[in-house]
């Protein structure tokens, strides 16, 4: 991305130059994904959209950890093993039915979820009014991914998957 012209002069930033510095890693198919067609308005409010993601159906909250979208991927967290817990009590041996439903609705909203949470923090960033490269590093702060977020939610599942063990049998 130039964000020089030759003579120096800085070159503003488009919001789909925020949304790339943001998201970095796969870009394209998140642009794809969200209809975005080399034009896009922040300001306007995200509409709601069903979008599809293998990646969060297949890891749901590691999906969202990695994406850093720490609430969302602790809520996940804690609430599947609880229903889960509560389906395999309600449910028996029809459980599984409740976890594919669930891990479905994951992947579909996932996209627009993302999305949501990009533009917040890109708009944050945006009203410090910080020179363009400044700017860039700190979408690219933001953003991005986090493999240690992976493996902490990981640690943080058998820690509450042993208590759950330990309170529940």
Do not use: C, H
């Amino acid at each position: 991305m130039n964000t020089e012209l030759e003579n120096g002069i800085e070159v503003p930033l488009t919001d789909i130059d925020r949304l790339n510095a943001y998201v970095k890693k796969k870009v394209s198919t998140y642009q794809k994904k969200w209809d975005i067609n080399g034009s896009l308005n922040l300001n306007e409010k995200i509409r709601w959209f069903i979008s599809w993601n293998w990646a969060a159906l297949l890891f749901s909250s590691l999906w969202f950890a990695y994406r850093k979208m720490y609430k969302i991927a602790l809520i996940i967290a804690i609430g599947t093993l609880l229903t889960s817990s509560l389906s395999d009590y309600l449910l028996g041996n029809a459980s599984w039915i409740y976890t594919i439903a669930e891990m479905i609705g994951i992947g579909i909203i996932a996209n627009y979820l993302y999305l949501r949470k990009a533009n917040k923090d890109i708009l944050k960033i945006k009203e410090k009014g910080l020179k363009t490269q400044d700017e860039l590093n700190e979408l690219g702060r933001a953003g991005g991914t986090s493999v240690g977020a992976v493996w902490l939610l990981i640690g943080l599942n058998i820690i509450l998957a042993i208590a759950m063990y330990l309170i529940f049998g």
